[in-house]
């Protein structure tokens, strides 16, 4: 799993740890040193720690002026013994939404594994983005069933034209432009 980077090809014009309005200001990533891991393998240096000892993000872009931002996931989402959603939430998300984000990418390509349990934060989220929204793209479908399984399709948009966007060939504005179109052809 060490490596396994996250993306940055988008690195030259944005990066959370030197963005003042990120949650991630000033973190410090040490290229040397292996300092995170997931049951007991290391990740890449890369990613940042949001409070989970199984769920690692990284912050690709944030449009405040468009609000919406694009994170990256790696590790497993485990809420049923880790809370993960909770550190997200109230690590990540709150402050971003603080900010002006209405609109949540999530990518998960590399989440691994999913365990549910309550969805009262998912639920919080989904109301505090009410003009908004949230999408899940690229999480294996594995993942996406157990999601459905609780009801988180009821407060994140997966599935369907979602998994067939090629987002690495992207710039930000385009992904999140053809994203808010087939999220607004849903809700017509």
Do not use: C
């Amino acid at each position: 799993m060490h490596t396994i980077e996250p993306f940055y090809n988008w690195i030259e014009i944005y990066s959370a740890s030197e963005d003042p309005r990120s949650p991630l200001y000033e973190a410090e990533n040490d290229l040397n040193h292996y300092t995170h891991d997931i049951y007991g393998y290391y990740i890449h240096p890369q990613w940042d720690a949001i409070g989970s000892e199984t769920l690692f993000i990284k912050i690709l872009f944030a449009d405040y002026e468009e609000g919406y931002v694009i994170m990256e996931f790696i590790g497993e989402w485990n809420d049923a013994l880790h809370n993960d959603i909770m550190h997200l939430k109230r690590n990540i998300v709150d402050p971003l939404v603080q900010e002006g984000i209405k609109h949540f990418i999530l990518v998960g390509e590399n989440v691994f594994n999913f365990h549910g349990s309550d969805d009262s934060y998912y639920e919080e989220w989904f109301d505090e983005v009410e003009e908004g929204w949230i999408a899940a793209i690229n999480f294996p479908e594995f993942v996406l069933r157990e999601m459905q399984h609780y009801n988180l399709d009821s407060y994140i948009n997966f599935g369907g034209s979602l998994e067939e966007i090629p987002w690495r060939t992207l710039d930000p504005r385009r992904l999140f432009l053809r994203i808010d179109n087939l999220i607004q052809k849903r809700l017509a």
